[in-house]
């Protein structure tokens, strides 16, 4: 089992940034997958990013590329989401996943390919 839990969420005026955090425990692998996803109000479950825990890869929704970020930190089991340049299409709540996945695009950005959760965190951005 691996436990995630997200923390950072947030109001923030559009423009703004946000960091999110999850913190990864239990029986963490290296060859984990680490996603962030959304789901909005009224909105299906969205891909944000992923990282390759291992190699550090990473691969984002065409939406957020260029303006979010994932990183992690092996030290501490972390995997961190930097959000830049806010807007209120981004309002949702937000969720980091795990799982072990062939890094392929299709497979990245696919809910189903992840078999761990967080409890979510709210971000909120107004216009």
């Known amino acids: 089992q691996v436990q995630l839990v997200e923390s950072g969420g947030g109001l923030v005026q559009a423009g703004g940034s946000l960091r999110l955090s999850c913190a990864a425990s239990?029986?963490?692998?290296?060859?984990?997958?680490l996603g962030w996803f959304r789901q909005a109000p009224g909105k299906e479950r969205e891909f944000v990013g992923a990282?390759?825990?291992?190699?550090?890869?990473?691969y984002y929704a065409h939406s957020v590329k260029d303006r979010f970020t994932i990183s992690r930190d092996n030290a501490k089991n972390t995997v961190d989401l930097q959000m830049n340049s806010l807007k209120p299409e981004d309002t949702a709540v937000y969720y980091c996943?795990?799982?072990?996945?062939?890094?392929?695009?299709?497979?990245?950005?696919?809910?189903?390919?992840?078999?761990?959760w967080g409890q979510g965190t709210q971000v909120t951005v107004s216009s």
């Open positions: 996943a795990a799982g072990f996945l062939t890094w392929t695009p299709g497979r990245i950005i696919s809910d189903m390919s992840y078999n761990y």
């Open positions: 239990g029986r963490t692998s290296s060859t984990y997958t």
């Open positions: 990282i390759w825990w291992s190699g550090g890869a990473t």
